[in-house]
Structures are given as structure tokens and as C-alpha cells.
């Protein structure tokens, strides 16, 4: 990269990223409420999940720290102390967080974590983009960060693959952004990308040009694991760069962990199309991000 980027650049690329993705997240949710049905927008306001929230820890660990270096246990710090259990956590992920705010050392809850294999769920990868779009002037500190940020959490080698994927998919999307140029996003990942079968998901997306196709090839999610939501979130943004409410319109159009994968989706084309990319309305119905978040921006 040709660029110099300063910490209120950083945190500016960061904040539209999180825009994308809380917005992605807290529209997909809204389609798991009886009623609601694709192509209808629901009624505001629209509550964000457990994505949006762990994301907004990210923001605030990245904020409030080194510039180049994610501080790991102010990190998981953030994480036990907010995280709200109604927000849609999994089973696993409330009894690794409980633990870390009850005084547990991360690295022991994370790779206790079912059974003493570590997650492979994709929570690491959801709230990533913001970590990508911090460090737009540099893929591979996105993927050695991305992976640092996944530890706190998922020690198995597919959670922490996911991880660096949305993570360097977000930098590579900001830093086209910045130099108005095209960019190869599923190219620029997989050069990034530890073996895994995340990154076969991810090769295998370079092939598929239709939307139904790549749905049923690779995934949306259902399993809620990095290898099964990632490639096709990945797929999505790179068809999508430049449209923000056409990613996260064909996320949800797709089925399975929809506030999940268009989360992903939204966070990486919001680092590209910048938040003014995201449709006014939609973000104003988006509940508001949490107050602690937005502080830590402001300094």
C-alpha cells in the first residue's frame, strides 16, 4: 500500500465499517420474527445482536489502544464485561464470556471451549471488519490482527481462518476505497488466508457466478461455523462492492444465519462504499450502537 494512514483515518474506516456491519446485522435479524418477509422492510427500530456487539468491543479495544497492535486482554476485558446473553449468543459463547468476566484467563476459556477443541463458529469472523478496515494500509498486519482478535475467542484453527478472512477482506475493500481503484477481494483473501476449510470455501467462491449456486455450494450459515458462512458472506461482498443494499439484500435472500453473514457482508462493502453507502433509512432505524462505543471513538 502507498498510504499513510493516521489514527483518526484508522478509527474513521473502522466507524464505517461497524456502520455496515450493526446495519447488515440488525436488518437480517429482524427477518427471523414471524411476519417479517424479504423484500419488505420491517418497521423501526431494529435491534442489533450479539455481532454488533462484540464488534463494538473491537472498536473500542482498537480505539483505546496501540494503533498497530490489538491489546488481546483489554479485548476480552470488553467482551465479558458487555456482553448481554439476550442479544442472541450462542449456548458456548455465553459460557466462555461469563467465565472471562468472572476473572478466567481468555486463553483457557477460549480453548476449553467444546470439549478442548476451541470454537470454529463464526464469531470471530462477524465482528471483524472493523479490525480490517483499521488496518487498510496493510492485508497481512489485517490478517496477523485478525487472527490475534479470533484468539480471544475461538482457538480452533477454522474460528481464527474466518477471522482473518472477513478481516483482510475489509482492509483490501478500504484500501481500493482510498485509492479508487478495483480490487480482486476474493484473490486478495485467499493470498491471506491460513490453509483451512475456510479458505477452500473461499477458492471455491472464485468459481461460482450465480447467487443460488453459491448459497447451496458454499453455505449461509446454518451451522453457524466459520467454513459454512464465511466463503459466502466473502462471495457476496466481492459480487456487491459497490452496493451496499444489494449485499445485505442478497444475504438475506439466501437463508440461513442471515444477521450473520450480512453482518460480513456489510461491514467489508461499508469499508468500500464508505457509510454513506448505506441507505439513510436504514440506518436510521438500526438501533443506536451503544454509548460506551462511541466514547471511546470520540477519545
Do not use: K
Amino acid at each position: 500500500m502507498a498510504f499513510t494512514l493516521f489514527p483518526d483515518s484508522r478509527a474513521a474506516l473502522a466507524a464505517d465499517s461497524l456502520a455496515g456491519l450493526s446495519v447488515g446485522d440488525a436488518l437480517g435479524a429482524q427477518y427471523f420474527v414471524p411476519g417479517h418477509r424479504p423484500g419488505v422492510l420491517p418497521e423501526p427500530p431494529w435491534p442489533w445482536t450479539d455481532d454488533t456487539e462484540e464488534a463494538c468491543c473491537l472498536v473500542a479495544a482498537m480505539t483505546a489502544g496501540d494503533e498497530t497492535h490489538l491489546d488481546a486482554d483489554r479485548f476480552a476485558d470488553l467482551l465479558g464485561r458487555h456482553f448481554d446473553p439476550y442479544r442472541g449468543y450462542g449456548p458456548g459463547a455465553v459460557v466462555m464470556l461469563r467465565q472471562i468476566r468472572e476473572g478466567t484467563p481468555w486463553p483457557i476459556a477460549a480453548a476449553a471451549a467444546f470439549d478442548g477443541q476451541g470454537s470454529a463458529g463464526n464469531g470471530a469472523a462477524m465482528r471483524a471488519a472493523p479490525l480490517g478496515a483499521w488496518h487498510a494500509d496493510s492485508p497481512a498486519r489485517a490478517a496477523e490482527q485478525g487472527a490475534r482478535a479470533a484468539e480471544v475467542t475461538h482457538a480452533h484453527p477454522e474460528g481464527i481462518a474466518g477471522g482473518v478472512a472477513v478481516a483482510v477482506a475489509a482492509a483490501v475493500a478500504a484500501a481500493a476505497r482510498l485509492e479508487q481503484r478495483p480490487v480482486d477481494l476474493l484473490g486478495a483473501v485467499l493470498a491471506h488466508t491460513p490453509q483451512s476449510r475456510v479458505r477452500d470455501g473461499l477458492a471455491a467462491a472464485t468459481r461460482i457466478a450465480d447467487p443460488v449456486v453459491a448459497a447451496y455450494e458454499l453455505g449461509t450459515g446454518t451451522r453457524a461455523m466459520a467454513q459454512d458462512s464465511v466463503p459466502f458472506a466473502l462471495w457476496v461482498a466481492a459480487h456487491h462492492l459497490g452496493d451496499y443494499p444489494g449485499a445485505v439484500t442478497a444475504c438475506i435472500a439466501a437463508g440461513g444465519d442471515m444477521d450473520t453473514t450480512a453482518a460480513m457482508a456489510g461491514g467489508v462493502v461499508a469499508a468500500y462504499t464508505g457509510a454513506g453507502g448505506i441507505p439513510r433509512e436504514w440506518a436510521g432505524a438500526r438501533e443506536p450502537l451503544p454509548g460506551w462505543v462511541t466514547a471511546s471513538r470520540e477519545g
